[in-house]
């Protein structure tokens, strides 16, 4: 018998794929870093599930020629990440609330009458990814680090899951400011900016870094002076490779709360799974190929 290898841990025996196996496709650009097609093909295969995760490099250029070919070729769902998330706004026929609230989407999802169906999960997951480990949102003082995509979409979510206040910390005030002004205006709760480095966070819960600082190869920086962290804090980075940054390892060794980014990442897979596949996949078998992704 002739066998797919999925990962060193997972072989699929070919018989298993066929033309009633499922896919659902990655579009960005650079994609290849990404541990999502492997970690959700597991997934799959560990739940029985006829389906793949296979990733594709578009360019800007080919966005909408991509998309309309994978719904031509009866793909069951396109996760879309930078730069493309909110360029395939213009793609969809309706838009989910959770894309609403945020001006953008990373998942397309291909109605059977034909209309794209826009979403984000992106916030959701990130809530998952902190209620998982006992922090919830609900009456909390939120700092926020960046002032890019990410930055507004976890402000407005969280904004809109209860959060009592924002405040954002970038280097371009006038960037963070139109997050501010944008979260005010849709769900009512005080937002307020400061500059980066950020000071005056004793009055924070929890501190989430959203920018590409401490990201590999640049793991020796943080975008946060470790002096303002205290063991009061969540703090909550983004980031996923390396799974502990500088800015975790030093909010540890202060008795904070850290999360690190994977499980936000995994938490989109297991999304595009339920609304792509119509079906449920571990977390835990996510985030296990995940992490052998990442040590090899």
């Not at 909390?140 to 890019?148: H, S």
């Not at 924070?204 to 600082?213: A, E, P, Q, R």
């Amino acid at each position: 018998m002739l066998f797919l290898l999925i990962s060193q841990t997972l072989l699929v025996p070919l018989d298993y794929l066929n033309a009633r196996t499922r896919v659902i496709a990655l579009i960005g650009d650079p994609i290849s870093h990404s541990v999502s097609p492997r970690a959700q093909s597991f997934a799959l295969a560990q739940s029985d599930i006829n389906a793949l995760c296979l990733a594709f490099p578009v360019k800007s250029d080919a966005l909408a020629q991509a998309i309309r070919g994978a719904q031509s070729l009866n793909m069951r769902g396109v996760m879309v990440t930078i730069p493309h998330k909110e360029a395939v706004l213009s793609l969809c026929d309706e838009l989910h609330p959770s894309a609403r609230l945020v001006g953008a989407v990373n998942f397309l999802e291909f109605r059977s009458d034909g209309t794209i169906c826009g979403h984000s999960s992106d916030g959701w997951a990130a809530l998952r990814s902190l209620e998982d480990k006992g922090v919830r949102i609900g009456g909390t003082r939120v700092a926020i680090l960046g002032g890019g995509g990410s930055a507004r979409s976890l402000a407005l979510t969280f904004a809109d899951a209860g959060a009592a206040h924002i405040t954002l910390y970038n280097r371009t005030i006038e960037r963070a400011q139109i997050i501010a002004d944008e979260v005010q205006t849709r769900t009512g709760v005080p937002a307020l900016v400061s500059p980066l480095p950020a000071s005056g966070l004793s009055d924070s819960d929890i501190i989430i870094n959203t920018t590409s600082v401490g990201m590999t190869p640049d793991i020796n920086s943080s975008p946060l002076d470790a002096d303002a962290i205290e063991a009061k804090h969540t703090v909550f980075d983004i980031v996923y490779n390396p799974l502990e940054t500088r800015l975790l390892r030093e909010a540890k060794e202060r008795g904070a709360k850290v999360v690190n980014g994977l499980d936000m990442v995994l938490w989109t897979n297991v999304y595009a799974a339920q609304i792509g596949l119509n079906a449920q996949i571990k977390i835990e078998d996510l985030r296990a190929e995940a992490l052998r992704a990442l040590h090899n």
